[in-house]
């Protein structure tokens, strides 16, 4: 992929904020190792002479121990960011550090509350050859002590054109889509040729498979299956969804398969969907110019979808085990 003069890094990450933070945590663990060593220890716990003072040095080295593990990683952390953005300044990128919970649109922003998704890392590359943009989500699944947190890279790919909503989601299990609490019905499902249906599980709207296959050509299946056979993809409306996992961009193998990928969908799909026309999608006047929006019928950009059962199991029975476990240790006793 060809790099770029113009360049960019909106809210790099800066040293002072890093030095509060730390200071902050340092100071707030004093006060509770202050506490816990000079009150609770001797007065709550009756603790006395040498048993005293190795409780308290082993409390004191605990906090140094978490200060400076979190300074660490902190900086660790800061250091990819720095990387990133001059990656980005590289390429023609721009890069932003925090987008919030800005809407991506896709499964992600339909199926999760936006006080349950982060999006960090932008990557903006929309005016390059290859155009694209990414963030780093991190979501919520669930509530309570069966809530579960998930990390992807999620990239957005322009199309030529609106096709019908089109989800593929890896057979692997560990994708996005997989991840989010509801999925395609059954009946949705479209089994292909050859052995892409064991890889991916294909769903769209009822009454498009035709377009589907359109879309997913013999040729673009093989693409899929050499490139992206551990991805997530979905296509809505004029945008091409991937989902990659984690990713640390950082490193050179990490980020060349990442940009492969990508340069390899966007030519494949933006091939396919050039001329694609919704023959369902309602008339208008043979004057009029069709604009986004215009070109499908309403029904081609939806999918039904069914909730899973397991994540649901999994919350109500969550806060049970306790209970459960205090259960089996009496009757063990009795």
Known sequence: MARHGRAGAVGAPGGA???LLLGGLSLAYLGIAAAVALYLLPVGFGLQGSVLLATQLAVLLAGALL???TA???????RRQAVLADLASGFGW?????????????????QIDRGNRTSTDLIDARDTEVPFDSV???????DGEGATMHTVRAVRIPLPSEVPRIALRSRRGAGALSLLPRRPRGRTELRLEGNFSDVFEVSVPPGYETSALYVLTPDLMAVLLDTSADLDLEVVDSTLHVYFPALDLTRPEELGRFLTAIAVLHDRFGRRTLLYRDEHAESLDPEAVRRAG?????????????????PVLVAVLTPL??????VVWIALAD
């Open 321 to 326: 085990v306790p209970l459960v476990i205090a």
């Open 72 to 78: 660490a990683r902190i900086r660790r952390h800061q």
């Open 294 to 310: 215009d070109t499908l019928a309403h029904r081609a950009r939806e999918l039904e979808t069914r909730a899973r059962w397991w």
């Open 67 to 69: 200060v400076g593990t």
């Open 17 to 19: 904020p890093t030095v």
């Open 94 to 110: 721009t890069y932003r550090v925090d987008v919030g919970d800005r809407m991506w649109g896709g499964s992600v922003d339909e």
């Open 136 to 142: 780093e989500r991190t979501f919520v699944v669930g």
